[in-house]
Each structure stands twice: as C-alpha cells, then as structure tokens.
C-alpha cells in the first residue's frame, strides 16, 4: 500500500545548474560583444568563445551569485586578452561591413535611431563599454566597476563623460527631454542612473 504525501508538506528544490541557464544571458552577452568588437561575426566568435570559457570552467562560479556579471566578465576579459595578441589587426577600417547594419529609424524626431548610432561608434571603447553595462545592460556602478576592473568612481566618471559626450554630439541642451519613442536602450544608455529600462 502506498501513502500519499501528506498536505502541505514541501517538495525540496534543487538549485537549477547554471549550465541550464547560460542560454538566458546569449541575447544580453550579444548586444554586449557587438559594442564592443562594432563587427556583428567577431562579436558571435566572441560570445561563443565566452560561453566556451564558462562551460568548461563552470565549477569556478559561485552558486548564488550574478550569473549574467560573470558571463560579461569572461567575455570582457576574452575581448581585450584577444585585443593585446591582436593589436595590428583592424577589422572593417573602412566601415563598410558597418554600415550595412544600419536600419532606418521606426522614428522620427530630435534623436533618430541613426544619429544616435553614429554618434556612440565616435565614444572611445572605454566609454561605449561602460555606457552599455550601466545604461543598456543594466548593471549597478558596482557590478561594472568589478567586471572592469576599475574603482566605482572611476565607473561614475567615465559615465558621466561618455553620457555628456554623447548629449554634445547629438546637440541636446542640459534637461532637454529625450523622445517617448526612443527605443529602451537608447534611453538608458543616455539616462543618469545604471538601472535598466523598462
């Protein structure tokens, strides 16, 4: 005869392996490594390169802690370690690949899509990186200042710098209000604080 489980008893749950989970981050890790390497191929070799990095080496990561922070790790490292073997290699010098990628604007209005485009691409890489972890990835100054490497007022400042640059190079006035209609990420990566966008 078999009994039944009694009522209200609670099943224990098993945490889910974060293997289970890396293909949740594949989008965000994505947008992440196009900012960064500005080639849509070499920003898949270097997601695939980082989701290699961390299959293998998923036994060095903390069960409880930011999985998607150590994912952006890896491939930030991955990105500039490539960088230093690479550094007479320019991919696209003449932005052709680039400018294929272009889409028209859905909108119209003071910050079209394409201006806003143009105008990131002139930040240095130090600024487009902090700008996509703090505005458009989400991430707290914390979290970015420990995926960088750097101090969180050093986050704050390059922030800062990058969003200022950015409002120059688009010809916004100091509180001029941005359009409705911008996309989210355009938003946050021009907005004064790192909490992602709705």
């Not at 969003?163 to 990566?189: F, N």
Request: glycine share 6%; with cysteine; proline share 4%.
């Amino acid at each position: 005869m078999t009994m039944a489980p009694a009522t209200g008893a609670e099943i224990p749950t098993t945490p889910r392996d974060p293997r289970e989970e890396i293909a949740d981050h594949l989008g965000a890790l994505r947008a992440f490594a196009i900012s960064l390497t500005r080639n849509v191929s070499a920003a898949d070799d270097l997601v695939q390169d980082t989701i290699v990095k961390a299959w293998t080496h998923i036994d060095k990561f903390q069960p409880g802690s930011n999985l998607r922070a150590w994912l952006f790790t890896i491939l930030r490292n991955t990105f500039y370690s490539d960088r230093r073997k690479m550094r007479r290699e320019v991919a696209d010098p003449e932005g052709v690949h680039a400018a294929t990628l272009c889409e028209k604007p859905s909108h119209d209005g003071r910050l079209a899509l394409a201006d806003f485009r143009r105008a990131f691409d002139q930040l240095s890489p130090e600024h487009r990186e902090v700008l996509i972890l703090v505005g458009a990835s989400g991430f707290a100054y914390e979290e970015a200042a420990e995926m960088m490497g750097v101090a969180v007022g050093t986050v704050k400042s390059r922030a800062n710098r990058a969003r200022a640059r950015l409002a120059e190079m688009l010809g916004l006035e100091e509180g001029e209000e941005l359009l409705s209609s911008a996309d989210a990420a355009t938003l946050a990566v021009l907005g004064r604080s790192g909490v992602r966008a709705a």
